[in-house]
Nanobody, 127 residues
Framework: QLQLEESGGGLVQPGGSLRLSCAAS????????IGWFRQAPGKEREGVSC????????NYADSVKGRFTISRDNAKNTVYLQMNSLKAEDTAVYYC????????????????????WGQGTQVTVSS
């Protein structure tokens, strides 16, 4: 069974950092593009960042550019989201998602593209 599991969320002060992990089980991530999404209370789930299967292409939402970095280690079957300079508005449940197929950078932040989703990890930015 294909599963994704997020970890690394928690409570952090504004300006702090967290690193989220998305680990796959039941399949290898080598051929899958991965997206990170987030959903704040009362809001739609939005794309945050995405990365191609090779890691050679990435994309970011404007709201996180320059602060978040997506990366992957296919040997560990894991994708990461390094989040720096966190703000209160980054508070949300963060999800990773996977899709196998051609990677189109301009479209990779769109939810309907993805087939497999994790259960999410809570990130709270508060003093």
């Amino acid at each position: 069974q294909l599963q994704l599991e997020e970890s690394g969320g928690g409570l952090v002060q504004p300006g702090g950092s967290l690193r989220l992990s998305c680990a796959a089980s039941g399949f290898t991530l080598d051929y899958y593009a991965i997206g990170w999404f987030r959903q704040a209370p009362g809001k739609e789930r939005e794309g945050v960042s995405c990365i191609s299967s090779s890691g050679g292409s990435t994309n970011y939402a404007d709201s996180v550019k320059g602060r978040f970095t997506i990366s992957r280690d296919n040997a560990k079957n894991t994708v990461y989201l390094q989040m720096n300079s966190l703000k209160a508005e980054d508070t949300a449940v963060y999800y990773c998602a996977a899709v196998r197929g051609p990677f189109i950078q301009a479209m990779c932040l769109r939810r309907p593209l993805y087939n497999y989703w994790g259960q999410g990890t809570q990130v709270t930015v508060s003093s």
